[in-house]
């Protein structure tokens, strides 16, 4: 497996509290993304990097933000958490972009109540 | 836009029978094709892809995929079925040369094989 690291696995957390969920690579790939997955809709982009402080809004960036200060982080924060963020985000690292393969982290599974 | 249909949620397949999991494509242009594996609790991992070249391409696992651009598909088969392969399947599309598209994926097809 690529050497990618979320954290937290799981988190509980209420409806209008921040949240930050942090992906960590350990293979130095330039581009980073993160993804929720959703029954039904398969994998949506919520935003990418393509490089350090180089970050670029998905399909479905409303409601969170993100930050890249080193090459091995990429943070994804729910700056007010709604019940409609409750959701698996994955973690997607790749060495050159969108014609190489994605490399997938295991997920985090957030619930908002 | 691009889009990704995986007409079937759910494909059952008996051990040692050929499988085949479907995926049709919308691009403007040409296509870039991948197809994903997930097993439970854990991320999706990467099959095989089509870039260009010859349609049929062969990936991990003993699975391959025919690319058939009249009619925009891009097939996940394989010859013999292991109850190993149960897993959902994701196929995902993106426009070659076409700005800044990311990637789409389908829905994805739960793939179960029965021994």
């Known amino acids: 497996d690529a050497g990618i690291t979320q954290s937290p696995r799981h988190k509980v957390t209420e409806t209008g509290t921040p949240v930050t969920l942090r992906c960590h690579q350990t293979e130095n790939h330039r581009y980073m993304y993160w993804y929720r997955q959703d029954p039904g809709h398969g994998l949506r982009l919520i935003h990418y990097s393509y490089g350090v402080k180089d970050t670029d809004k998905g399909e479905v960036s409303d409601g969170y933000s993100v930050s890249r200060s080193k090459t091995e982080d990429f943070l994804l924060t729910l700056e007010s958490a709604t019940s409609s963020q409750t959701s698996v985000y994955f973690c997607?690292?790749?060495?050159?972009?969108?014609?190489?393969?994605?490399?997938f982290g295991n997920g985090t599974r957030l619930t908002v109540t | 836009a691009q889009s990704v249909a995986q007409p079937e949620d759910q494909v059952n397949v008996a051990e040692g029978n050929p499988l085949t999991v479907k995926c049709t494509y919308s691009?403007?242009?040409?296509?870039?094709l991948f197809w994903y594996v997930q097993y439970p609790n854990r991320g999706l991992q990467f099959l095989l892809k089509y870039i260009t070249g010859d349609n049929l391409v062969k990936g991990s696992y003993g699975f391959e995929a025919e690319f058939n651009k009249s009619q925009t598909s891009f097939h996940l088969k394989k010859p013999s079925a292991l109850v190993s392969d149960s897993a959902l399947y994701f196929c995902?599309?993106?426009?070659?040369?076409?700005?800044?598209?990311?990637?789409?994926f389908g829905t994805g097809t739960r793939l179960t094989i029965i021994p």
């Open positions: 997607a690292i790749s060495e050159l972009g969108d014609n190489s393969p994605l490399h």
């Open positions: 995902a599309v993106r426009a070659v040369n076409f700005g800044n598209e990311k990637l789409t």
């Open positions: 691009v403007s242009g040409n296509p870039y």
